[in-house]
């Protein structure tokens, strides 16, 4: 009893760590769920050969996981494999290997020093609970970590019962367990890596979509200030037109972006600041754009994620009308917010419905793929809407019929 009292600190520290790596549900038996698995994992006796700790132990911590935690399932699966097994890894050396030279206080402290360690790798170096890959690449680490959890599970339930009176498995066995342990490191260092790049790549993205937007008012405020300028010429001008050309002259004057450039469409600044970027360049290419939003003053969702779920859809909306006559060139946009739930719909005609990948997912039916020739640099906007949809728990659909590509999506309040 003392040296279970004495490894509480470690459940703590295991605790911790899971709330770094998942996002919890926000009630009282989720968190109970996760201590109980934390002191299960860490505190577990597991020895070679023992076909009874091990199995159900691992079982549990996974369930345990999937129930309490809110991320996708394959982010759930693929990093409580990896910090499951480092510390089964770890329970394996102690227990068979160090416990034939160590007493069980001894064993208790380097359980609560591996816990410690743990959490301040992941919290220095690791992943964070913000991290989502999208589901092939957790597919990818899942698929990666079955050589390791393969190492763990071997030794465990095909070891020879004999192993202990021979000096040869001793060494063999505590070099691959120690392997393991930096193998499952290794991984979750790699998942932090490629969160890195998405960061990257998405911040990116932001600034280009900041600098287009840039741009555009400053084309506006540069044609206000030339009207400005002129606006005494106009007059005079006009005063001197005869009557039959002052209203082509009025017309003419009003169809300059400095008159009818818009940063109102709705409530919401965010959608405003690219919609404002957008219609500059619909209407530089001769696309009419109609909408209908029903937002409030500021959506529940990160302003990132708006301008990724708004801006990717319009530009594939303009690139598909590019290829078609000025005359058939036209945008529907719709979105409301009601009760908690975000409701976006864009349509845009085709000259042929673009293929069809054969990625499913929950969030979405089906992803067109692009049909940019340079496939290895696009293709990405409907990827990165769909991990946003799936983040959110949300739906993604794709249709198109008689010449008319539509989009449709929603998203639930966080």
């Not at 505190?43 to 132990?57: A, E, H, K, R």
């Amino acid at each position: 009893m003392f040296v279970i009292l004495f490894e509480i600190p470690g459940y703590f520290f295991h605790y911790l760590t899971i709330r770094r790596l998942f996002r919890i549900k926000r009630f009282w038996p989720a968190h109970a769920v996760l201590l109980f698995i934390s002191s299960l994992i860490v505190s577990m006796v597991i020895f070679i050969g023992d076909w009874y700790n091990l199995p159900l132990t691992f079982f549990l911590y996974l369930a345990g996981i999937q129930y309490a935690c809110t991320d996708s399932p394959y982010k759930k699966l693929s990093l409580s494999l990896m910090l499951s097994s480092t510390v089964f890894a770890w329970n394996i050396f102690l227990d068979s290997i160090l416990e034939l030279y160590r007493s069980f206080l001894e064993m208790a402290l380097l359980r609560v020093l591996f816990s410690v360690f743990l959490y301040f790798l992941i919290r220095f170096v690791g992943p964070d609970k913000e991290t989502e890959l999208g589901k092939s690449l957790w597919r990818l680490m899942s698929f990666l970590t079955l050589a390791p959890m393969g190492i763990v599970l071997s030794i465990v339930l095909i070891a020879d019962e004999e192993w202990t009176f021979s000096l040869r498995h001793l060494f063999l066995y505590s070099v691959l367990l120690l392997l393991t342990i930096l193998s499952f490191i290794g991984l979750l260092l790699t998942i932090a890596v490629f969160s890195k790049q998405k960061k990257l790549e998405q911040q990116n993205l932001y600034a280009e979509m900041n600098q287009a937007y840039y741009d555009a008012m400053k084309r506006q405020h540069f044609e206000i200030r030339r009207l400005k300028h002129d606006l005494s010429n106009h007059l005079h001008t006009l005063s001197l037109l005869p009557a039959q050309k002052k209203d082509n002259y009025i017309a003419h004057l009003l169809e300059s972006p400095g008159f009818i450039q818009r940063t109102d469409y709705c409530a919401d600044m965010t959608v405003n600041a690219v919609l404002s970027v957008k219609e500059t360049a619909m209407r530089e290419n001769d696309i009419s754009l109609t909408y209908k939003l029903d937002l409030p003053e500021e959506l529940p969702f990160k302003k990132s994620d708006i301008c990724v779920l708004f801006a990717n859809p319009l530009d594939n909306a303009i690139e598909s009308c590019l290829a078609l006559p000025k005359e058939k060139r036209f945008i529907e946009l719709t979105a409301r917010y009601r009760k908690g739930i975000l409701a976006l719909s864009i349509k845009n005609p085709t000259e042929s419905a673009p293929p069809i990948s054969k990625k499913k997912n929950k969030a979405s039916k089906s992803l067109p793929s692009t049909t940019k020739s340079d496939k290895k640099y696009h293709g990405y906007g409907l990827r990165s809407m769909d991990t946003i949809v799936t983040h959110y728990k949300g739906s993604m659909e794709i249709n198109a019929d008689n010449g008319i590509f539509e989009l449709f999506l929603y998203l639930p309040e966080p």
